[in-house]
């Protein structure tokens, strides 16, 4: 749904351990979510996508799980490393006929050594 | 993998002057490209749709006389702040995406934009 101006949450993680980063989105007609991994000071960077016909997505370490009926978006990170250090977003695509995407509050993933 | 270049990264400048911002795919053709603001501790706000050969798209709020933007090619589209003000101040992002199916937006490094 749209950002408002509130406070990051933040999630900590022991290195090695597995996370989970949550994400409400707010469009049901909504066919495409992305997630997307940011840096202090650079821009977004692409993590793994998903589409709406499909629950699960796994990529390297990483895998996306959708839930439609709760509009619900998960990632999960395994094993994680200090470099997983960021700000995660999830973003939305609305099924409108462009290409416009909606992006979460973010997470703020912090790996403790 | 897909690159999105953008220039500069950091721009410090006096009120009343106008900064523009250049936004490349460095390897894919981009029909669509996108222009988001991001202020401090807060997610990304889409500010415009470049659309290659045509005028953007704004979005509600968004002055188009203020921020100008020109995507005259496949590869590059920039946004123009104009007669900026310390307000103006922020992070500013581009995206862009290939042309063809269901294809994520990759995104710029960002441009610091200071006025002051």
């Known amino acids: 749904g749209e950002s408002v101006g509130l406070h990051l949450p933040t999630l900590s993680v022991q290195e090695g351990d597995n996370s989970i980063i949550n994400c409400a989105y707010s469009?049901?007609?909504?066919?495409?979510f992305i997630w997307y991994k940011q840096e202090s000071g650079k821009g977004p960077q692409f993590i793994i996508d998903?589409?709406?016909?499909?629950d699960k997505r796994q990529g390297q370490r990483v895998t996306v799980l959708l839930n439609k009926t709760v509009k619900h978006l998960s990632l999960q990170i395994a094993a994680t490393q200090p470099g997983d250090s960021a700000v995660y977003f999830c973003?939305?695509?609305?099924?409108?006929?462009?290409?416009?995407?909606?992006f979460g509050t973010g997470t703020r993933l912090t790996i403790i050594p | 993998g897909a690159v999105v270049s953008q220039h500069p990264s950091w721009v410090i400048c006096k009120s009343g002057t106008s900064v523009k911002i250049e936004c490349r795919s460095l390897?894919?053709?981009?029909?669509?490209m996108f222009w988001y603001r991001q202020f401090p501790k807060q997610s990304l706000m889409l500010m415009a749709t470049?659309?290659?050969?045509?005028?953007?798209?704004?979005e509600q709020g968004v002055e188009k006389d203020k921020f100008l933007i020109n995507h005259a090619s496949l590869t590059l589209s920039t946004l123009t702040v104009t007669s900026a003000h310390p307000e103006d101040s922020s992070f500013y992002i581009c995206s862009a995406r290939r042309d063809s199916g269901n294809q994520p937006q990759h995104f710029g490094d960002g441009t610091r934009l200071s006025i002051l």
């Open positions: 390897d894919f053709q981009a029909t669509t």
């Open positions: 469009n049901s007609a909504s066919d495409y």
């Open positions: 470049s659309n290659e050969g045509s005028k953007a798209t704004y």
């Open positions: 973003a939305e695509r609305g099924n409108f006929g462009n290409e416009k995407l909606t």
């Open positions: 998903i589409r709406s016909n499909m």
